[in-house]
């Protein structure tokens, strides 16, 4: 019987990352599959100075990636350190600019691993997941794709066969004699270049319009689970996976913060929550609907979530703490008679490469920056007000998930700032 593996290499064509891009530079070959009780690697020598012949959104991603890693490697002299290894889907996307290491979509541990070391970057994984990774999500990079069999487990022994059997790692969450920077890299990967923010703005427009294009469809009698295969589907044909997708009918959403989808019917009112990903980055807003008219007392609740919402928005400014910014939220839940609603729900935080990187604390020290993207959600007991925002130098933060064709309403902050909010729709 022959091996699993013919000692060979085989040659992976490669193909574009998705649709409209170009192949990469002319004989590129891209190696994965095994040679039998060996690595197998993708052909190292690919440089920056070869991209002139790649088209330019692949060379724009890959000059993104190459000022990352440019930035870890500061990181390993600052350390002493003869590598990094990046374990976290988060991060990898982040590293790799918008690069899938995950199969599960809830995995927090990717199924590649990348490895970066003051001379070369590498990517771990298995026989499985080498072709893809090399031809679809990491195409043009010049990054080396390594892969051991899967049935080896052997992960964390060719990161050490990299960085030296007795070398200083770091690493970004428990690994066997490394030091964790977890911290450090989530610092890194929180602040968005100007790439990152065309990005984060067209995930956010595209997450809106499949939001609201389910909740536009949405009529009586479809259950929980009809609107959220509904909003998967908007999602999916936009190119978004959504990460996150609740939906609450009728008194589930006075009783439920997190509505997971229910066979329950919608009667009359409808409250439809997404977080949109793509290229790694990850989006959240909110949605009401309505039949028929809205009575007084949802009208006072919605009125009151967007008003703090409108508030915290408008806080979240260059150096603006957490902390400082759940206060604001606390004394606009006071005022709009509900004081005690902030206790039953988190109110959101800073978001990315994760759906929150943290949430608002009272007291919490962590501070905002300029280029960063945040989403607040609070909510009052069947209501709740929610979109992504990006902080920017002055002014206002700017909404990223909005279309234009929701109902809104300006809100006046207590500070004087006009800021819009989606408004129940009516149907």
């Known amino acids: 019987m022959p091996p699993p593996f013919p000692n060979r290499l085989v040659h992976a064509r490669g ?80 590293l790799s600019a918008g690069g899938r290491s995950f199969i599960p979509l809830t995995a927090d541990t990717g199924a590649a691993w990348a490895v970066v070391t003051p001379e070369r970057v590498a990517v771990v994984t298995t026989n499985i997941e080498a072709a893809r990774l090399a031809e679809e999500e990491l195409a043009g990079l010049g990054w080396e794709v390594l892969a051991y069999p899967w049935w080896e487990g052997a992960a964390a022994a060719r990161v050490r066969e990299l960085a030296g059997d007795d070398a200083p790692l770091l690493a970004d969450g428990p690994f066997p004699g490394a030091r964790d920077v977890g911290g450090e890299v989530a610092v890194l990967r929180a602040l968005l270049g100007p790439e990152e923010q065309r990005r984060a703005a067209a995930v956010g427009r595209e997450t809106a319009e499949a939001l609201e294009a389910c909740c536009r469809a949405l009529r009586p009698g479809d259950t929980e689970f009809v609107v959220a295969g509904r909003l998967a589907q908007e999602c999916y044909g936009r190119g978004l996976e959504p990460v996150v997708h609740l939906v609450a009918a009728d008194e589930r959403a006075h009783s439920r913060r997190h509505p997971l989808p229910t066979a329950r019917r919608v009667a009359r009112y409808a409250m439809v929550v997404v977080c949109g990903m793509r290229d790694g980055l990850v989006l959240s807003a909110t949605r009401l609907v309505h039949f028929g008219p809205v009575g007084d007392d949802l ?53 990315g490469y994760a759906s929150r990187e943290w949430r608002a604390t009272p ?8 280029g960063q993207i945040v989403a607040w959600n609070p909510s009052v007991a069947g209501a709740k007000s929610e979109d992504t925002v990006l902080i920017r130098g002055t002014g206002l933060p700017a909404v990223l998930t909005a279309t234009g064709a929701w109902p809104t309403a300006t809100l006046r902050t207590a500070s004087g700032d006009a800021v819009p909010r989606p408004e129940i729709l009516v149907v």
């Open 15 to 94: 193909r574009a990352r998705r649709a409209g891009q170009q192949r990469s530079a002319p004989g590129r070959r891209v190696f994965h599959g095994l040679l039998f009780g060996t690595w197998t690697r993708e052909r190292r020598g690919r440089t920056m100075e070869s991209l002139a012949s790649v088209p330019p959104e692949t060379r724009s991603r890959a000059e993104e990636a190459a000022r990352k890693v440019a930035r870890l490697r500061q990181l390993l002299r600052r350390e002493g350190a003869a590598a990094c290894v990046l374990m976290r889907v988060a991060n990898f996307a982040w």
């Open 299 to 351: 009208r006072r609740r919605w009125e009151a979530a967007a008003q703090v919402d409108a508030e915290m928005i408008a806080a979240s400014r260059p150096g603006a703490t957490a902390g400082a910014i759940l206060a604001v939220a606390q004394h606009a839940y006071a005022r709009a008679g509900f004081p005690d609603e902030w206790r039953y729900h988190h109110q959101g935080g800073l978001a």
């Open 363 to 370: 007291g919490g020290g962590e501070v905002l920056a300029a």
